[in-house]
């Protein structure tokens, strides 16, 4: 991965950097070191989106990292004189995400409620990249990425900055904050301090020194009380028939577990089922799919030393995409187009479950023979 520095372009990959003024070309071994260098010039970025409108996209149905990153991303480009419209696909009137937003008072855009859209717009990705299943490809210039999870696509982008080995965006986001001096108010630390938690349950999931480092330095400037407000107020009464329609559907086998959450599940209550499902002490691994009205929706968790990112990738390849972290993952499979009325054909939605389930087992076996 190349990124875009002052005078420097640097291959963090190879740990070298190819230098110009300034700044002694050598060879970096020390994480922390290369963390540091593995961060977007913030001065240059701006001056080269500075005329165009700025567009923050978040992936589909925004979780609390992906908001928090977006709100962080956009207070960061304010303090600079940068203004931008955070902007998703979906719905956000659901669960962690959904309280987050009421709490905090955080301005987000669905994109179908945009006035328009000029093609030569400015576009910044944050917690996901191009080409992935779960955001909308848009008109405009996609010209930064700001990520944490694993590249399964190659993209090309002016700047970027990934870094799987980081459990939130919204650590990178306070990193930057914290490295440029800006003031975090209090509402902000609270939205970054509630997208580390979520996102890595409580720093108990794919932590990295990072999200320590940054998390104590939030903690003394949010305000607990409204985030132990939003962690109590995440769940509706409807929310219960999924889980009631997971356990009555729930089969495991070797210790991976799959089970049905019912037909549109709101996204954040597939993923809080695989994390609930999780707790059994029969399962070391959890399938939870939905059935929606364009294919079928996947949360991938794991206790034990596999990836399932990686597994997720491999097992819907050639019939949907997906991917993630080590412990969590996500996924999607649209339906056949040469399919007529898809919802309609209980055999054919049959049939993909199991082809899903059969793909998902395989891979999960690969994994444990490595």
Do not use: W
């Amino acid at each position: 991965m190349q990124i875009l520095g002052k005078n420097s372009i640097i291959d963090v990959d190879k740990r070298k950097i190819h230098a110009g003024s300034g700044l002694q070309a050598g060879i970096i071994y020390q994480l922390e070191l290369r963390i540091r260098i593995n961060m977007i010039d913030l001065d240059i970025m701006i001056e080269a989106i500075r005329n165009n409108h700025l567009f923050i996209q978040m992936h589909n149905f925004p979780d609390p990292d992906a908001i928090a990153s977006a709100y962080g991303l956009q207070y960061l480009l304010k303090a600079k004189g940068v203004e931008s419209t955070i902007i998703y696909k979906g719905k956000v009137n659901h669960g962690s995400s959904y309280t987050m937003v009421q709490k905090l008072g955080i301005n987000i855009v669905e994109i179908k409620d945009l006035d328009g859209m000029p093609e030569n717009s400015e576009i910044i990705i944050v917690d996901a990249q191009k080409g992935n299943a779960n955001i909308l490809d848009l008109p405009g210039n996609r010209v930064m990425c700001f990520d944490h999870h694993k590249t399964y696509e190659a993209a090309e982008y002016l700047f970027s900055d990934i870094r799987p080995e980081v459990g939130a965006c919204a650590s990178m986001m306070a990193d930057y904050m914290f490295r440029y001096n800006v003031d975090i108010d209090t509402k902000m630390a609270t939205a970054l301090l509630y997208g580390i938690k979520v996102d890595t349950a409580n720093l108990t999931r794919g932590v990295s020194q990072l999200d320590l480092d940054v998390f104590y330095k939030l903690y003394y400037r949010a305000d607990l009380a409204v985030i132990k407000e939003m962690e109590s107020s995440i769940l509706k009464p409807e929310d219960l028939k999924a889980y009631s329609h997971a356990i009555n559907s729930i089969k495991t086998k070797d210790r991976t577990s799959f089970a049905n959450v019912g037909y549109n599940c709101p996204e954040a209550v597939v993923a809080a089922v695989s994390d609930f499902i999780m707790m059994l002490d029969s399962t070391d691994n959890t399938v939870v799919y939905s059935v929606k009205d364009d294919g079928i929706k996947l949360s991938v968790r794991t206790a034990i030393d596999i990836n399932v990112g990686d597994i997720t990738n491999r097992a819907l390849r050639g019939i949907g995409s997906g991917g993630g972290h080590d412990t969590m993952s996500g996924g999607f499979v649209p339906y056949d187009s040469s399919v007529e009325n898809p919802l309609q054909n209980q055999d054919y939605i049959i049939s993909l479950i199991q082809d899903i389930e059969k793909r998902f087992a395989n891979e999960i076996e690969r994994s444990y023979k490595k």
